[in-house]
């Protein structure tokens, strides 16, 4: 065994293995996603107590093993509880999405400092009550930019002029963002988006995610198309929770609200 590291971390996501060992994924600022095996976790109250859930923030203790990616935890300290998300069933889906766009988009143990900080902030919001909507779009925003994928939201992929909010503007995902009318390519698959939802966007990219406030239906409505795309592109494995969130919102039309 490797010398013990300590480190906070969130929970993304925990499951049972054998009859009393649990496998947990974590995203650390530090390590990146770390996976790792905790022995005994199911009967030690005194190494784990019960802290190896999604949502939590903890200080873990582990050990690196020699010629495997699989984590040896040692302890886990319960540094902070999201409680709203075992208490509201919308808020509880849109926290499980962040999750699993993170677990999804960290690989490995690579600096994760930026994404830990941005999964903080965004779970701290929904816990404080801000809009579940405006949250979950800039999040999905922040992270392509972090992920190294920033869409141009403000400003055309082709010629470099700003969005006009009044006129129409047209998501290209080959791209990477939007483009005006005049630098739509022959043949090119697009999907027309208001020039205010482009604003909004651009806006959501720019603030900070506990600033996210986008009152607009319509405009929210289709920004959730158009981030839902760029996420695909980066991320084109299927993502339960995105179904989850749609099953649980019942004023939803099939998009991720």
Do not use: W
């Given at each position: 065994?490797?010398?013990?590291?300590?480190?906070?971390?969130?929970?993304?996501?925990?499951?049972?293995?054998?009859?009393?060992?649990?496998?947990?994924?974590?995203?650390?600022?530090?390590?990146?996603?770390?996976?790792?095996?905790?022995?005994?976790?199911?009967?030690?109250?005194?190494?784990?107590?019960?802290?190896?859930?999604?949502?939590?923030?903890?200080?873990?203790?582990?050990?690196?093993?020699?010629?495997?990616?699989?984590?040896?935890?040692?302890?886990?300290?319960?540094?902070?509880?999201?409680?709203?998300?075992?208490?509201?069933?919308?808020?509880?889906?849109?926290?499980?999405?962040?999750?699993?766009?993170?677990?999804?988009?960290?690989?490995?143990?690579?600096?994760?400092?930026?994404?830990?900080?941005?999964?903080?902030?965004?779970?701290?919001?929904?816990?404080?009550?801000?809009?579940?909507?405006?949250?979950?779009?800039?999040?999905?925003?922040?992270?392509?930019?972090?992920?190294?994928?920033?869409?141009?939201?403000?400003?055309?992929?082709?010629?470099?002029?700003?969005?006009?909010?009044?006129?129409?503007?047209f998501l290209t995902v080959d791209r990477g963002g939007l483009v005006c009318r005049a630098c739509v390519r022959p043949g090119e698959r697009v999907r027309p988006v208001a020039g205010a939802t482009a604003a909004a966007l651009a806006r959501l990219a720019e603030a900070p995610i506990t600033a996210a406030v986008t009152a607009d239906p319509a405009v929210l409505s289709e920004a959730a198309i158009v981030a839902g795309q760029l996420i695909d592109a980066v991320i084109p494995s299927r993502?339960?929770?995105?179904?989850?969130?749609?099953?649980?919102?019942?004023?939803?039309?099939?998009?991720?609200?």
């Amino acid at each position: 065994m490797g010398l013990e590291v300590a480190a906070p971390a969130f929970v993304l996501h925990s499951r049972a293995y054998a009859e009393s060992d649990r496998i947990v994924t974590f995203l650390t600022a530090d390590h990146g996603k770390l996976t790792g095996i905790a022995k005994g976790a199911k009967n030690s109250r005194r190494r784990f107590g019960g802290t190896l859930e999604p949502f939590h923030l903890v200080r873990i203790v582990y050990q690196e093993r020699p010629g495997t990616d699989l984590t040896f935890l040692v302890r886990s300290e319960l540094l902070h509880l999201h409680r709203s998300f075992t208490s509201d069933l919308d808020r509880y889906a849109a926290g499980s999405y962040l999750l699993e766009l993170t677990d999804k988009t960290v690989f490995g143990p690579e600096p994760g400092g930026a994404i830990f900080r941005l999964l903080r902030d965004a779970l701290v919001a929904l816990e404080a009550g801000v809009p579940i909507d405006p949250v979950l779009r800039a999040f999905e925003l922040h992270l392509l930019a972090a992920s190294g994928y920033a869409p141009a939201l403000d400003l055309c992929r082709g010629c470099g002029v700003a969005a006009v909010p009044e006129s129409t503007v047209f998501l290209t995902v080959d791209r990477g963002g939007l483009v005006c009318r005049a630098c739509v390519r022959p043949g090119e698959r697009v999907r027309p988006v208001a020039g205010a939802t482009a604003a909004a966007l651009a806006r959501l990219a720019e603030a900070p995610i506990t600033a996210a406030v986008t009152a607009d239906p319509a405009v929210l409505s289709e920004a959730a198309i158009v981030a839902g795309q760029l996420i695909d592109a980066v991320i084109p494995s299927r993502l339960r929770s995105r179904e989850f969130l749609q099953r649980t919102r019942v004023d939803s039309a099939g998009l991720v609200r």
